[in-house]
């Protein structure tokens, strides 16, 4: 006899945990009210295909994957907290239909959830979570910048909401032994430092001194296969005459520094909107790579010279551009100052 949920909920309550474990197995109709009864330190929000959970103890989180609806695209939960066990679970046995996947843990810190499970296990789930349509992590980014400005030592830290690393450059990261070919060997993290890599960046920054025709286009094009995350990309050579690429999802964050929130619905591949081009005239090559991999750009700006100095840029006399790849651009403003 097939009984109303509300009348198996009361009668569980009155049971012991290892007596309602048995009832789970019992039929199907009891399946269902002996796990909500198990698991009633969790609070649930169900939709057609996305479940809402505040959860209280870790192991509650299987239940939530019990009861996510067959075709569930969308989790999203509140832990206290996430043990390094978990969070091999969350990676192994998430369903495959899950494209959506939000995680809070709201009663540990920063720095003290990092220093309980390892920045190993922290990263590695960040990096699962990457692989979904979209994921959010409160806290969790990724920035790196390079820099030959910088010593050579290298360091990972967390500042805030987010994880940099920072790496001064070896001209031998840059060139080969003959010092006129760039290779491009970055000092990426790796296994021996983290589970960090290319990636999972979000934010990529280099800063140099060195002046060669075609580094800073191979660093674009470095940068535009190997990151899928990226957000904001900046490319700046301060050798005489200076060149800048900066690459962004919005007009304001050209001109802002820091790193932001991940947000996956804005990459910048396929939803870039701004680039910055400056202290020259991109070729057709770099036109190109741009539109390939930034086919949405709405607004870009080449600039030649130096404001208030004289102009050590060479300005081509006849040049010719063809920008009708770009079907979304709006504007093209090319600044000349002498």
């Known amino acids: 006899m097939n009984l109303p949920n509300e009348i198996y909920l009361q009668i569980f309550n009155l049971l012991d945990k290892p007596t309602i474990i048995n009832c789970v197995t019992v039929c199907k109709d009891w399946t269902l009210p002996a796990f909500r009864v198990y698991y009633k330190d969790i609070t649930i929000n169900e939709d057609d295909d996305a479940l809402v959970a505040s959860v209280y103890y870790e192991e509650c989180f ?71 349509s979209s994921a959010f992590l409160e806290w969790l980014s990724c920035a ?94 301060l050798h005489s005459p200076p060149q800048e690429y900066i690459l962004s999802t919005n007009s304001i964050d050209v001109f802002r520094k820091g790193v932001k929130k991940y947000d996956p619905s804005t990459v910048l591949t396929g939803t870039s909107k701004v680039v910055k081009l400056k202290g020259f005239i991109p070729s057709q090559e770099c ?15 080449c600039g030649i010279g130096r404001r208030g100095r004289s102009n050590d840029s060479e300005v081509p006399q006849n040049y010719v551009v063809d920008l009708t790849q770009f079907k979304s651009l709006q504007k093209s403003p090319l600044m000349l100052f002498f």
């Open 62 to 132: 299987k239940y939530c994957l019990w009861i996510l609806p067959l075709d569930g695209k969308k989790l999203f939960v509140t832990f206290v907290n996430v043990s390094a066990n978990y969070i091999e679970y969350i990676v192994k046995y998430l369903p495959q239909s899950v494209e959506c996947l939000d995680i809070i843990i709201n009663e540990i810190d920063l720095y003290d959830w990092i220093d309980e499970v390892g920045i190993d296990n922290a990263l590695k789930l960040a990096e699962f979570m990457r692989k979904l």
């Open 144 to 237: 790196a910048s390079f820099s030959d400005f910088r010593s050579v030592h290298n360091f990972m830290k967390f500042s805030g909401e987010y994880l940099s690393f920072y790496h001064g450059l070896n001209y031998a990261d840059l060139f080969d032994d003959s010092g006129e070919e760039p290779v491009l060997e970055l000092a990426v993290p790796d296994r021996t430092i983290s589970v960090v890599g290319l990636k999972v960046i979000n934010d990529f920054s280099f800063l140099m001194c060195i002046r060669h025709t075609e580094l800073a286009f191979k660093l674009l094009k470095y940068s535009l296969i190997n990151c899928p995350h990226l957000q904001s990309l900046a490319i700046i050579d």
């Open 287 to 301: 036109l190109d790579l741009l539109s390939c991999y930034l086919p949405d750009i709405q607004i870009l700006t």
